[in-house]
């Protein structure tokens, strides 16, 4: 994103992909050797970014409801809330894709 101009979204842009690469790693199957992988994409869009994280998993996340004790099960209410748009799709070839964009404030300028 930096070498886009987009600096701004760096911080939104890391929290998302943190909180989705958690959803991997605590709620997708281990493959038949005991791991787990996911695919970041991040691609540039006129007016922001494209964020995607795309497992192997066909099973669709959930968005829990956590308790204001529970210390998990707020990662998808947070993406959604800091995403412009937010998504969850099921390719072809399989897995899923959950994916987001960040746009560019209007009051900020672009490199």
Excluded: Y
Excluded at 28 to 42: I, K, L, W
């Amino acid at each position: 994103m930096r070498l886009w101009g987009l600096e701004n979204l760096i911080d939104t842009g890391a929290l998302a992909i943190s909180e989705l690469m958690t959803n991997v790693l605590d709620h997708t199957r281990p493959d038949s050797e005991g791991r787990r992988s996911a695919r970041v994409t991040v691609t540039r869009i006129p007016d922001g970014v494209a964020l995607c994280v795309h497992d192997s998993d066909s099973a669709l996340p959930l968005q829990r409801r956590a308790g204001d004790d529970d210390e998990n099960g707020r990662g998808l209410q947070l993406v959604r809330a800091i995403a412009d748009k937010f998504g969850i799709s099921q390719p072809p070839s399989g897995g899923k894709d959950v994916w987001l964009t960040l746009l560019v404030p209007l009051d900020v300028p672009t490199a």
